[in-house]
Nanobody, 115 residues
Framework: QVQLVESGGGLVQAGGSLRLSCAASGSTFSMSTIGWYRQAPGKQRELVASINSGGGSNYADSVKGRFTISRDNAKKAAYLQMDSLKPEDTAVYYC?????????WGQGTQVTVSS
């Protein structure tokens, strides 16, 4: 089992940057696909970005060119660098780890972007 703890959220003005971190425990982290999801009030949770065990990544169209996902398997950590933030990026951001039938979630971190 992988336990995930997010950090780095907060309040930022539009155009600013934040870097989210996801600290993991467990033996399957390096083999897992790590995803960052977000859920805004009244909306469904959506995938923002993901990175597989080989380092390949993909992004939602809404964040392409602004967000960068990365991972450090030695530290059992994943990151989401968010630049040029917009008010519509406001949401709770969740870290997720998937490996075969395992599907683990963190508790989430709030990101609020003011206009």
């Amino acid at each position: 089992q992988v336990q995930l703890v997010e950090s780095g959220g907060g309040l930022v003005q539009a155009g600013g940057s934040l870097r989210l971190s996801c600290a993991a425990s467990g033996s399957t982290f390096s083999m897992s696909t790590i995803g960052w999801y977000r859920q805004a009030p009244g909306k469904q949770r959506e995938l923002v970005a993901s990175i597989n065990s080989g380092g390949g990544s993909n992004y939602a169209d809404s964040v392409k060119g602004r967000f960068t996902i990365s991972r450090d398997n030695a530290k059992k950590a994943a990151y989401l660098q968010m630049d040029s933030l917009k008010p519509e990026d406001t949401a709770v951001y969740y870290c997720n780890a998937k490996w075969y039938l395992r599907d683990d979630w963190g508790q989430g971190t709030q990101v609020t972007v003011s206009s």
